[in-house]
């Protein structure tokens, strides 16, 4: 029956492609940066170790392919099944819950009260 509805609608058409082991770009690009500023601080400390320069871009591209492969793997098995924004989420209410400051400076403000909730109608006096 033709009703005038489309009958494919693509669910996927909004999200951002898997580039390299479960990792969207965006993700991609951050976990290289910090594994790369990982690489970069361990580098320059063996570098002033062993007296040699070319541990720092060693251990930048050693931490970069360590990040990406290893971090790829661990953050495809936490993304599993669960929502595309969920990630954002979870960093953001990480974020609100150990540096408040922080989070009012990202912009959205999270509820992050945890306790009982109460609606006052279970005490109702004068009322039969």
Request: hydrophobic share 45%; no cysteine; proline share 4%.
């Amino acid at each position: 029956m033709d009703d005038g509805l489309v009958t494919f609608l693509p669910h996927r058409l909004n999200r951002q492609p898997v580039v390299v082991r479960g990792l969207t770009a965006d993700e991609l690009w951050i976990r290289a940066g910090l594994s790369g500023a990982t690489g970069f601080l361990f580098g320059g400390v063996l570098a002033w170790v062993t007296r040699g320069l070319a541990m720092i871009p060693t251990m930048i591209v050693a931490g970069i392919a360590l990040g990406i492969f290893v971090g790829g793997g661990f953050l495809r098995r936490q993304k599993r099944g669960r929502p595309d924004t969920w990630l954002y989420r979870q960093l953001h209410w990480r974020i609100a819950r150990s540096a408040p400051a922080l989070a009012d400076w990202l912009g959205e403000k999270l509820i992050t009260r945890s306790g009982h909730w109460r609606t006052r109608r279970s005490l109702r006096r004068g009322v039969s």
